[in-house]
Structure formats: C-alpha cells, structure tokens
C-alpha cells in the first residue's frame, strides 16, 4: 500500500510599507526639535515656538497619517493570527541593562546616560520590527504521507518560499509539530540560516513511526530570533490534518496457527477456467494453445489469449474479536498488536488478490470488493482499535467460510477456522 500525499501551504502576506516617508517626516521633525531647542538656547522664543511646533505638526503626520499603514503593513496578524514573542536569556540580560541604566537616568539626571538609554531601547524595538520583517513574506508548503505503516520510515517534506522582492529572511526556525505520543521521538526544529528574496529551500525530515494510530497534524512553527536574539518570535501556522499510521505489516508465512487462505494462498483469481472473458493479452510462453483469440491475433498480427472468470466466487469473512479477558498484562497487549498486524496484512493481501471480503468487529463492519476506499476504511479502523472490555461478537451468527480471530476461548463451528491469539 503506497501513501498518499498531502500538500498543505500557508504563508505570511506580503505587503507594500511606507518606511520611507515616515523616515523623512520623523528626520524633519528632529530637526526642527533640535532647532528649537538652539533658538532657545540663544534666547529667541518666538522662533524656538515656531520649530517646536513644526516638530508636533510633523510628528503628527507621522502618527495619524503614515502611522496606521505602516502598522497594517507590520504587524497585522500580531494581533489576530497567533504571533508570540519569547524573551531569551540574552533578551533577559539585556532587559536587567536597560532597567540599571534607567535608575541611573532617574538618580543623576546626565545627558550622557539619557543618550545610551534611548540607544538601547531603540536597539530593542528596531530587534522587534526586523524579526518581524524576517518572517514576513513567507510561505510554507508541506508534504507529508497520510498513510503509512508502522515500522516504517514517514519522509516528510517541507519547502519554504521567501516572496519578499529585495529582503532576505535569516536565522528561521521550522519545526512541523506532529503529536506522536509521549514515547516517539518528537520532530525536531531545523534552522536555515538565509532565505534569499524570491529563493526557496525544501527541509527533510525522516521520522520513524513505532506505534499505529491517528497522529494529529497540528501545523507547522516558524520562528526567528534574528538579529540580536533579545526575542525569539514566531507563529504557529495551523494545518490541521492526520497522518494514519497502519498496522504493522506481518510475516503471516512464519506465524503459526494461521490458515492458507488468510496467509494469502488463494485459489480463486479473477481469471479462470469459467465460461465468461476476462481479458485478451499477449501469449506468454507456456500458455494453453487452445485459448489463442485467432480474430485478435490476426489483427495485430502477433499471438493473443483469452482469459475466462472463475465462476465460482467464494465468500471470506473475517471476523475480528476485540474482547481480552486481561487487558491490562503486557503479554496479551503484545499479542493483541500481533493479531491487528495479522488481521490488517491479511486484507491488504485480499484486496491486492481482488477477493471480495467482508470484515466485522462487532464495533464495525465493512466489506471490501476492490474499492480502495472501503479498504482504507477497515485499515483506518484497524489503526486505531483497542481491546474491549466484553464480548461484541456473536458467535452464533457466524457463518461458512469465517476466519474468525479470538483473544479469547471461543466456540467453534463447522466450515469456519478459529485463531485464538491469545492462547496460541
């Protein structure tokens, strides 16, 4: 059973800023601070009034004009689409800085201080809109199988899109945030140190499946704490989803107690001896000369053979017990998980054969006649049962032809075959 892929794509938009007018107007109000703070100095009021007030105006474009676009550009799923921000150990140490020297501001009062104090918040909150600017632009696309089997290797693919025109992404932290349960391996974050503007870059992870199950998919974390590591800031795209995790594949050829026709030797095929076409083909060396198809061998003037249905089609039943009297002692758990890699290899093997089958656990029932999506329904089931604590089965109503699997001592009939996993 090949896996299907899944292809999810999220993304941070990408928007037009406008940096650069509000750069001017806030260095044209500085200015004409700084002038009215010289006219002052050198004793003109008048014209001191005149700067200072320019300086509010300009200020004031600033904030109510240029301001909410620049912000709409910014940080508009800060506040809507799950942003975080996490102060670091070096952000921590910083943070002690900047609280000692603003008690040093408060007690002296000196200029010099005032200047490193609005330097180093200037620092943090430049670290903050860079950090979110790396992040900005992204778009994030992940491919990972819906259906794998355990014991397996699940190969998971991410790729990561920078759509910014003319700035770089650096220092992201991708981690794809798949719940495998508190004994797997948890995925690991993987770091890519640049994205170039309108670059790509595909991350691969291989992560090995022990258990069956459903393993949600809760999304992909993306994160940065470029450029001076104060803040590690980050966004949790959610793609919600499931990776099914079928039974393990068994070897039913070396497990004792089990009958040919659930280890896969099956008699009846689709082709036959019967009396209606199956198919025509190309003669293989060794078949019966007396099914050569004549009209179609001289049509394409090379030896064609007619195959027939079988016209007799058994019926298969599979009957799977989930009752143990012991649920709880290890031993019977183990051989609980070997009946359910039993019960799932045997399917897969029918479905291959195109035996039409019907399977039923007293909890579900199914019956599978080549359609993939009523195999996918049993192997779903199978991927997530667990023992029950009573008996959900009938054992009078089972029928000729059950292969009926037991973690229990059950009763046994005539024309089925009775597989006790638990006792065996």
Known sequence: MGGNVTEKSAHFPVGRPQVLPAAVLLAAALLSALMGLAARRYDRPVLAAVFSLAAIALAG????????????????????????????????????????????????????????????????????????????????????????????????????????????????????????????????????VYVGPGHETVLRWEIPLKRRGIYPFEGILVSTSFPFGFVRRGRLIDEPGAVVVYPALADLRGSKGLPPTMIGVIERLLRGQGGSLYNVRDYVWGDDARFMHWKATAKLERPMIREFTEERVPELHLVFSTWLPDREAPEMKERFETAVSWAATAVIRWWEQRVHFSFDSGEFRGEVNGNGNDLEQVLEYLAAVTPSDRLLIDEKQLVRGTIYLAGHRASRREGMVVVEYGWN
């Open 61 to 192: 474009v600033v904030v109510l004009g240029v301001g909410p676009r620049l912000l709409r550009w910014v940080a508009p799923e800060a506040w809507t689409e799950g942003f975080w921000d996490r102060l670091t150990p070096r952000g921590f140490a910083f943070l002690l800085v900047l609280v000692g020297v603003t008690m040093l501001v408060i007690h002296s009062g000196n200029n010099l201080w005032i200047l490193i104090l609005s330097l180093l918040l200037s620092v943090f909150l430049v670290s903050g809109l860079i950090s979110h600017l790396v992040l900005h632009g992204l778009e994030v696309e992940v491919q990972y199988p819906e259906r794998v089997h355990a014991g397996q290797t699940m190969v998971l693919l991410l790729r990561v899109v920078n759509r910014k025109r003319r700035m770089g992404s650096f220092g992201l932290g991708i981690q794809p945030r798949l719940r495998l349960g508190d004994q797997d391996p948890a995925v690991e974050e993987k770091t890519l």
